[in-house]
């Protein structure tokens, strides 16, 4: 039994030995070792992670005004005669912009084969399925201005070969991981894109 001389060498020395338990579990999930109850989880790691890495993004330096890593809550597909638009709506004000992400001529492969994925989400297309020469999905989506991450949160690989499904006609980016949030972000910004003033 131990004993110490007073309560705050008592204090000091179970404080100490609850780190030291912390410290050993922490050099175990990155020994990739069993813990037999740990309190740093692989999952609660991750998410201080993420906390940490939000805090950075969103942290704002002396004099400068607030700042989010997200410019935007949700963003859409929407094809408006041929121009394939980028809807952007921000808080529950109703913010909202619209930016042109490719122009198509009538007689491209792309344009028709987006045009059949906006009408129905949730249904497996192929370029086979309108009779087109190509059959890569991915290469018609490219050819949209499509590409990357804005490419993944809208689309998935279909159940058959060559096949693509749209997820849904909106994001909610808030509901997306952040690793996809970020890469969302940066490729947006990359982009550049003109906003779109074409009356509807």
């Known amino acids: 039994m131990l004993t110490y001389p007073s309560i705050e060498e008592s204090e000091k020395s179970n404080e100490l030995l609850g780190l030291h338990g912390y410290w050993t579990e922490l050099q175990a999930i990155r020994n990739k070792r ?8 692989m999952k609660r790691f991750c998410k201080y992670l993420e906390v ?4 950075i993004l969103t942290e704002k330096k002396k004099g400068e005004p607030s700042k ?3 410019t935007f809550d ?36 792309p344009y028709r084969f987006l045009e059949n994925l906006l009408k129905t989400p949730g249904k497996d297309f192929s370029p086979a399925d309108f009779e087109m020469k190509s059959n890569s999905c991915s290469n018609l989506l490219s050819r949209a201005n499509l590409k990357g ?3 993944d949160i809208f689309f998935k690989k279909g159940n058959e070969k060559n096949t693509v499904q749209l997820k849904s ?32």
Request: with cysteine; glycine share 4%; net charge positive.
């Open 34 to 41: 069993d813990v037999a109850a740990p309190f740093f989880t």
């Open 74 to 109: 949700t963003i859409g597909l929407e094809l408006n005669g041929e121009d394939l638009i980028l809807d952007i709506k921000k808080g529950q004000a109703g913010y909202k912009v619209k930016y042109l992400l490719h122009t198509f001529n009538s007689f491209q492969n």
């Open 169 to 200: 006609s909106w994001i909610r980016i808030s509901e997306q991981p952040l690793e996809t949030r970020l890469s969302v972000q940066k490729q947006f910004k990359e982009m550049n894109l003109p906003i779109y003033n074409k009356s509807s």
């Open 68 to 70: 989010t890593s997200l």
């Open 149 to 151: 991450c804005l490419k």
């Open 52 to 55: 940490v890495a939000t805090k």
